[in-house]
């Protein structure tokens, strides 16, 4: 199995593994990925956040590769040697991504509802200037309507082409793509109103801006004011796992799961994520992993668990 | 046990002199500061009549700021209600309308707004995390009333007049954000 060094950190990983993904596997100074997605066929390599410096190519040709690579495409070498966050050329580098990312970003964070979940938002904080380089006009985009339960706002699409894979890799039939090219390109369906298939809601778990985002739950409330449940349910479409997003007792939005990369956990259908929205068609499991860096855990005062002294002093 | 910091006092039964017994001198020292006090100038003033100053950058009563064209700031995008530690502010947004536009300056409004006063400490922290300009504390008082039911001031108590007249000038307190003088 090929060995591979970043920043200083050496893990063994089989062959065919890409940078990115080793780096996941040590799981610290992790590069960023905007469109990459581990569960997606073909994704990744078109936003060029994940760029890493490889100082050196491998035993065997121990040169170091002439440019920065991007890391989810570029699969380890035995003996590789990578900088990711050690590079003051990477972080360089990555910042002017950003920057690139948010030449035609509305920055309209306070209305959008993927605020406070948002990959770009979080990114933009890490790596980003606070105030925009940017003289020229934005893009903008006459809203089009896809449906009635998912909403598109083309503003705010970083052209990352998660939702495209979802619809080729999840549904038989894929209705919508990116209509023209370079920096003309949009996100669009064939025909307005069309994405209806029963899987096609988890595009708006794979947006990682604000694109695509659940009209069911649009302007109803904050991430940061709901309380995020795990729960389950048996679903004979999907795995029926999901995140179920209170306020109060109501359930604002049926979500999947994420994991620590942001990325789902597993698929869900559309039957589970719009139409169930009762506490008694769920199982519930308990409060959902959130980093409590996130904002999403601010202001979420109960403890997540019982304390033991309680529960001493009620057996006595 | 040997006290640690030394400002404990050794409690005495000593008995009383017989002055202290008739307890007059005690007496009449007090009646000397109650009645030196009469011919002094007053601490309170009768409020409403009468007004103190403020500074320039008072934290009193609330504002939700119109821009130019009339049209409210507020986006309702709750970053005021997260960054509140006391969580007076509450919030419910709403879309806005074709036929709005003058009412509202983004597509997202707050169709409700309640701070409760109660719990109000006016640190002014919502200010701060205002990314659209909308809220700012203002040299007024906060109205009091008998009931606490009044005291969860509503969009109609917030809002400031559409009118040019009626406008709140916040241009010192705005200033005092901006530069992190709170």
């Given at each position: 199995?090929?060995?591979?060094?970043?920043?200083?950190?050496?893990?063994?990983?089989?062959?065919?593994?890409?940078i990115?993904e080793?780096?996941?596997?040590?799981?610290?100074n992790?590069?960023?990925?905007m469109c990459y997605?581990?569960?997606?066929?073909?994704?990744?390599g078109?936003c060029?956040?994940?760029?890493?410096?490889?100082?050196?190519?491998?035993?065997r040709?121990p040169?170091p590769?002439?440019?920065?690579?991007?890391?989810c495409?570029?699969?380890?070498?035995?003996?590789?040697?990578?900088?990711?966050?050690t590079?003051?050329?990477?972080?360089?580098?990555?910042r002017?991504?950003v920057e690139?990312?948010?030449?035609?970003?509305?920055?309209?964070?306070?209305?959008?509802?993927?605020?406070?979940e948002?990959?770009?938002?979080d990114?933009?904080?890490?790596?980003?200037?606070?105030?925009?380089?940017?003289?020229?006009?934005r893009?903008?985009?006459e809203?089009?309507?896809?449906?009635?339960k998912?909403?598109?706002?083309?503003?705010?699409?970083?052209?990352?082409?998660?939702?495209t894979?979802?619809?080729?890799?999840?549904?038989?039939?894929?209705?919508?793509?990116?209509l023209y090219?370079?920096?003309?390109?949009?996100?669009?369906?064939?025909?307005e109103?069309?994405?209806?298939n029963?899987?096609?809601?988890?595009?708006?778990?794979?947006?990682?801006?604000?694109a695509?985002?659940?009209?069911?739950?649009?302007?109803?409330?904050?991430?940061?004011?709901?309380k995020?449940?795990?729960?389950?349910?048996?679903?004979?479409?999907c795995?029926?796992k999901v995140?179920l997003?209170?306020?109060?007792?109501e359930?604002?939005?049926?979500?999947?799961?994420?994991?620590?990369?942001?990325?789902?956990?597993?698929?869900?259908?559309?039957?589970?994520?719009?139409?169930?929205k009762?506490?008694?068609?769920?199982?519930?499991?308990?409060p959902a992993?959130?980093?409590?860096?996130?904002?999403?855990s601010?202001?979420?005062?109960?403890?997540?668990?019982?304390?033991?002294?309680?529960?001493?002093?009620?057996?006595? | 046990?040997?006290s640690l910091?030394?400002?404990s006092?050794?409690?005495?039964?000593?008995q009383?002199?017989f002055?202290?017994?008739?307890?007059?001198?005690?007496?009449?020292?007090?009646?000397?500061?109650?009645?030196?006090?009469?011919?002094?100038k007053?601490?309170?003033?009768?409020?409403?009549?009468q007004?103190?100053?403020?500074?320039r950058?008072?934290?009193?009563?609330?504002v939700?700021k119109?821009?130019?064209?009339?049209?409210?700031?507020c986006?309702?995008?709750?970053?005021c209600?997260?960054?509140c530690?006391?969580?007076?502010i509450t919030?419910i947004?709403?879309?806005?309308?074709?036929?709005?536009?003058h009412?509202?300056r983004?597509?997202?409004?707050?169709?409700?707004?309640?701070?409760?006063m109660?719990?109000?400490?006016?640190?002014g922290?919502?200010?701060e995390?205002?990314?659209?300009?909308a809220?700012?504390?203002?040299?007024?008082?906060?109205?009091?009333?008998y009931?606490r039911?009044?005291?969860?001031f509503?969009?109609?108590?917030?809002v400031?007049?559409?009118?040019?007249?009626?406008?709140?000038?916040?241009?010192d307190?705005?200033?005092?954000?901006?530069?992190?003088?709170m």
């Amino acid at each position: 199995m090929p060995k591979v060094t970043i920043d200083d950190i050496t893990i063994e990983v089989p062959a065919g593994t890409t940078i990115l993904e080793a780096a996941r596997q040590i799981g610290v100074n992790v590069p960023p990925a905007m469109c990459y997605y581990s569960k997606l066929k073909g994704s990744g390599g078109k936003c060029r956040v994940c760029l890493v410096k490889v100082t050196k190519g491998s035993d065997r040709d121990p040169r170091p590769m002439p440019k920065l690579v991007a890391s989810c495409r570029t699969a380890v070498m035995d003996g590789m040697e990578v900088r990711n966050v050690t590079s003051p050329e990477v972080i360089e580098a990555r910042r002017g991504v950003v920057e690139f990312l948010l030449v035609n970003h509305p920055l309209d964070c306070p209305i959008c509802d993927q605020a406070g979940e948002c990959h770009l938002q979080d990114l933009s904080y890490d790596h980003g200037l606070s105030k925009s380089r940017y003289e020229f006009e934005r893009r903008t985009f006459e809203r089009i309507d896809i449906g009635d339960k998912i909403q598109l706002h083309m503003n705010r699409c970083i052209l990352c082409y998660r939702c495209t894979q979802v619809a080729e890799q999840l549904t038989p039939e894929r209705v919508h793509g990116v209509l023209y090219r370079g920096e003309v390109s949009e996100i669009s369906t064939f025909i307005e109103q069309a994405v209806d298939n029963e899987m096609s809601g988890n595009m708006i778990d794979v947006c990682p801006v604000g694109a695509l985002t659940d009209k069911t739950f649009r302007f109803k409330s904050r991430v940061w004011f709901t309380k995020p449940m795990y729960a389950h349910r048996d679903c004979p479409t999907c795995s029926g796992k999901v995140t179920l997003w209170y306020q109060g007792a109501e359930v604002l939005r049926v979500t999947s799961r994420k994991d620590k990369w942001g990325e789902s956990e597993g698929f869900i259908c559309n039957t589970c994520r719009f139409d169930k929205k009762q506490t008694i068609d769920w199982t519930i499991e308990g409060p959902a992993d959130v980093d409590r860096h996130s904002v999403i855990s601010q202001n979420h005062y109960e403890l997540p668990y019982e304390l033991p002294v309680n529960q001493k002093k009620l057996s006595n | 046990m040997q006290s640690l910091t030394n400002r404990s006092k050794v409690v005495s039964n000593k008995q009383l002199s017989f002055a202290e017994r008739l307890y007059l001198p005690a007496i009449f020292g007090g009646l000397r500061i109650t009645f030196k006090h009469m011919f002094k100038k007053k601490v309170t003033v009768s409020y409403p009549e009468q007004q103190r100053d403020h500074g320039r950058i008072y934290r009193g009563q609330h504002v939700l700021k119109r821009d130019e064209q009339g049209r409210e700031n507020c986006t309702a995008c709750g970053l005021c209600a997260v960054a509140c530690p006391a969580e007076a502010i509450t919030m419910i947004a709403g879309e806005r309308k074709k036929g709005e536009e003058h009412l509202y300056r983004e597509e997202k409004y707050a169709v409700e707004y309640n701070i409760n006063m109660l719990r109000c400490i006016f640190c002014g922290l919502c200010e701060e995390a205002c990314p659209k300009d909308a809220i700012y504390l203002t040299d007024r008082i906060a109205e009091s009333n008998y009931e606490r039911g009044q005291f969860i001031f509503t969009k109609d108590k917030l809002v400031e007049g559409i009118e040019q007249d009626k406008r709140i000038d916040v241009s010192d307190r705005r200033k005092a954000v901006r530069n992190g003088a709170m």
